[in-house]
């Protein structure tokens, strides 16, 4: 009989293939003798650079971790959170939900290697990724004020304003909740549940146990919220991740003999990860393209002459500095740590 580390295996390749299909597909939509030609003139000292800056952002990404593992309660040291935090990026990253989608497996894998509980592990590691993500949309909100004030805003770049906004509304609105309301989300849901147990009499026990568990939930998130300046802080440290990416989106542009500001690329990299919401692992695929796109749609003054082709080859390169260098780590550190047994 197929076990279910069988079955997950199988389901983590569908979704990696179905990736790599859409990157194939990609680089054939743009003529693969002129993707193939603007790799290959690239400079290769460069994208060294870019390489060892583009893993900087595991260290910030992990200190955030640290943080929210040690405001548990959890007595772990930074190097033992930087073998979780890669475990758990590489697990969001096998999950066919993009961004998010790692989260309850991680919880689980918290709870084996310290000592706090399943409900603690996984308010940290949501908290974790709702500080992560506010980089995003500061840096987008502030490069579309940049653009707005000294540049120009096209259609493209408006919708994926508009985007941001609503995300932000939806997001904080989470977030606040979450650390500064708890219980509010926690209380919708049993009586939700009470009310579908309600009309189907049955699993009314199951309901006991659900409030027990979000009884957990909510005071973990309580400890959380209790303390808003160390929110702050960890946020404003996260934002250093952001600053590392750039650097590394401006080498890859330097190699492949693009001139570019670095201002404008604090705006283009926030927008692209709002593809890292798709339903893809770790938004592959969709992330390139976006990418791509939005280096061929941006105002002509700042990228003039740049084909698709040579903006795919930029998102392809982009990611194989800062995103698959993270999955090779991760697998070897969900190993060691013992995995989702």
């Known amino acids: ?39 290959s003139r690239a400079d ?40 979780l935090f890669m475990a758990g990026n590489f697990m969001n990253s096998v999950t066919p939900l993009g961004q998010f989608g790692g989260e309850p497996l991680m919880a689980y894998v918290i709870r084996k290697n310290t000592d706090l509980s399943y409900e603690e592990g996984f308010s940290a590691v949501l908290s974790s990724d709702i500080i992560n993500s506010i980089p995003i ?9 940049f653009l707005l004030l000294f540049g120009s805003i096209n259609d493209v770049i408006a919708q994926a304003v508009y985007i941001a906004i609503v995300v932000v509304a939806l997001g904080g609105s989470l977030a606040y909740t979450l650390w500064f309301k708890a219980g509010t989300i926690e209380n919708a849901i049993l009586q939700a549940l009470r009310k579908v147990t309600d009309v189907l009499g049955v699993g009314k026990n199951h309901v006991k146990t659900v409030d027990s568990k979000l009884d957990n939930v909510q005071e973990a998130f309580n400890r959380i919220g209790e303390d808003p300046r160390h929110l702050i802080r960890t946020a404003t440290v996260a934002h250093a991740y952001f600053v590392f990416q750039v650097f590394t989106l401006y080498l890859i542009l330097a190699s492949m003999g693009i001139e570019s500001d670095f201002t404008p690329l604090y705006f283009i990299l926030p927008m692209a990860s709002l593809s890292n919401f798709s339903p ?24 003039p002459e740049v084909t698709f082709a040579t903006a795919l080859a930029v998102g392809i390169l982009f990611r194989l500095c800062t995103y698959w260098p993270g999955l090779i780590i991760g697998y070897f550190s969900l190993l060691g740590i013992g995995g989702v047994e």
């Open 1 to 39: 009989m197929e076990t279910s580390i069988d079955m997950a295996t199988r389901k983590q390749l569908l979704w990696f293939g179905a990736s790599t299909a859409i990157i194939v597909a990609l680089v054939l939509l743009a003529d693969i003798n002129k993707f193939i030609e603007a790799v």
């Open 44 to 83: 290769k000292s460069y994208l060294v650079a870019a390489l060892v800056i583009g893993m900087l952002p595991f260290f910030v990404w992990t200190n955030t971790w640290y943080s929210f593992l040690n405001k548990m309660g959890a007595e772990v040291s930074y190097l033992q959170t930087f073998k």
């Open 137 to 145: 949309f500061t840096f987008i909100l502030s490069g579309s004020a």
């Open 280 to 303: 893809t692992p770790g938004g592959s695929g969709a992330y390139e393209a976006t990418l791509a796109t939005i280096l061929t749609v941006m105002p002509l003054s700042l990228f």
